[in-house]
């Protein structure tokens, strides 16, 4: 039997970790294997998952659709050998989240061809999820909507998903609209219900994706001053938040865990205390990503404010 895998994409920020974060801990999900695509070197999403599971794997430091594709037919092979050799516990299904730049094209067209992969998985969904505050932004999101199976509408609590929700229904007529705050969403939501049409579209295996957009890692050696980094960071953001697409960190505030942090555009989401260090190191690292900024210029601009700050 084919282990069935869903592609679960979104543009940046738009919540694809709070969903799987939320879907993995529900009762009917049923045994998971999971794929992590991140841009950064620092790879963060993994940790909020909030699982110590053999069956999470990073592909970090790349993109999945482009610099990275190979990777993952590897990564799926060897899910699959290590289950057979008894090395990991056993999973029904696989999901993989995307960068949130990805063109899911490519990834389905390797998912569809590669012989591997096409042996021994099959694709389930493509499971989109969409901000109800930034809507579509750009190419990338639109291409991402445009191949779901499932849209999953986000942000429901931050406002109102109908304008949204009236354009997914124009731009892709025949996928399920499911509405959700904070993912919680039940797996039967985005699961049951028709398969996808074996006869598979032929997807483009060319990545197509705005490549000017990098992803910057600053690891800071010191104690940060969540006050101070905050109006820093809502300071950058209203200045620059069309360069800097997200922002996405763990802060040594001095507290037994870190404090995540998470920027989206230009707006600042409450930041949220976790109860531990998901490794050994405990410094603070914080990916940003967009374009047109150097990470000198970041740092810079940063311990110039930390030193105004320390001045107060
Ligand atoms: N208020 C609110 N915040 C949300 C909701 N869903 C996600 N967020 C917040 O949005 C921010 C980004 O969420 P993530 O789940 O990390 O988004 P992502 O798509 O995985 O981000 P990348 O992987 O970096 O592209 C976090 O601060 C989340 O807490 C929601 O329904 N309501
Ligand atoms: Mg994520
Ligand atoms: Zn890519």
Not at 56 to 67: E, K
Not at 165 to 184: F, M, S, W, Y
Not at 229 to 257: P, S, Y
Not at 291 to 298: A, I, N, P
Request: glycine share 8%; net charge negative.
């Amino acid at each position: 039997m084919k282990t069935p895998v869903v592609l679960l994409t979104g543009y940046l920020g738009s919540g694809k970790t709070t969903l799987l974060a939320r879907l993995l801990a529900h009762p009917d999900m049923g045994e998971t294997a999971v794929i992590v695509n991140e841009l950064g070197e620092a790879a963060i999403d993994h940790h909020l998952l909030r699982r110590v599971d053999e069956r999470t794997v990073v592909l970090g430091n790349g993109c999945v659709c482009c610099t990275l594709r190979g990777d993952l037919a590897d990564e799926l092979r060897d899910l699959l050998s290590r289950r057979d050799r008894g090395e990991i516990p056993g999973f029904g299904r696989v999901v993989v989240e995307t960068t949130g730049l990805a063109d899911p094209a490519p990834i389905l067209y390797t998912l569809l061809t590669d012989p591997v992969a096409r042996h021994h998985f099959e694709l389930e969904r493509v499971v989109t999820t969409v901000d109800a505050q930034h809507g579509l932004r750009g190419e990338e999101s639109v291409k991402q909507a445009a191949v779901a199976d499932r849209l999953v509408v986000t942000k429901i609590d931050l406002a109102d998903p109908d304008p949204v929700e009236r354009e997914l229904r124009r731009l892709n007529p025949g996928a399920e609209i499911v509405e959700a705050e904070q993912g919680d969403v039940s797996p039967h939501e985005l699961f049951d219900g028709v398969e996808r049409d074996p006869r598979e579209l032929v997807y483009d295996e060319t990545p197509t994706h705005d490549h000017e957009v990098r992803a910057l890692c600053l690891t800071l050696h010191e104690q940060v001053d969540w006050t101070a980094f905050g109006i820093w960071l809502t300071m950058l953001l209203q200045a620059r938040g069309t360069d800097v697409l997200r922002v996405k960190g763990l802060l040594d505030v001095g507290a037994e865990g870190p404090l995540l942090i998470n920027g989206v555009q230009h707006v600042v989401h409450p930041p949220e205390h976790l109860p531990s260090w998901p490794d050994a190191d405990r410094r603070s690292r914080i990916v940003f990503i967009g374009r047109g900024f150097t990470d000198e210029e970041l740092e810079r601009s940063l311990s110039a404010f930390n030193r105004a700050a320390s001045a107060w």
